[in-house]
């Protein structure tokens, strides 16, 4: 299995940034996709999320508005479209793949360690 992210960067404050997960080695079509992010010092928190079988979106409030996640199954691959980004968006940025559908549904966002990860990457943002 191999989750890995692409797009991230350095953008100023008001920018638009779009991050993209592509998977390999598990039927992707039967999972829930999600984004988290950890901010230096603080925990990793939950972005947002697609679920498998009716593709609802879920946001934390902090983005809802202003990403948008997307996903391809044919190209495997999921999008994290975000506008208007400001400096508390700055963090490393994780996709993440569950078999519960459920886990998108749970306030916060929650997927397990034993989940599908990718190795993160740098969105950083200066005002």
């Known amino acids: 299995v191999q989750l890995v992210e692409s797009g991230g960067g350095l953008v100023q404050a008001g920018e638009s940034l779009t991050l993209s997960c592509r998977a390999s080695?598990?039927?992707?079509?039967?999972?829930?996709l999600g984004w988290f992010r950890q901010a230096p010092g603080k925990e990793r928190e939950a972005v947002s999320c697609?679920?498998?079988?009716?593709?609802?979106?879920h946001y934390a409030d902090s983005v809802k508005g202003r990403f948008t996640i997307a996903r391809d199954n044919a190209d495997q691959a999921w999008n994290l479209q975000m506008n208007a980004l400001k400096t508390e968006d700055t963090a490393v940025y994780y996709c993440?793949?569950?078999?519960?559908?459920?886990?998108?549904?749970?306030?916060?966002?929650?997927?397990?360690?034993?989940?599908?990860w990718g190795q993160g990457i740098q969105v950083t943002v200066s005002s």
């Open positions: 993440a793949a569950t078999l519960y559908d459920s886990s998108c549904r749970m306030r916060p966002i929650q997927f397990l360690p034993s989940n599908y």
């Open positions: 080695g598990f039927r992707f079509a039967g999972y829930a």
């Open positions: 697609i679920t498998s079988a009716d593709l609802s979106t």
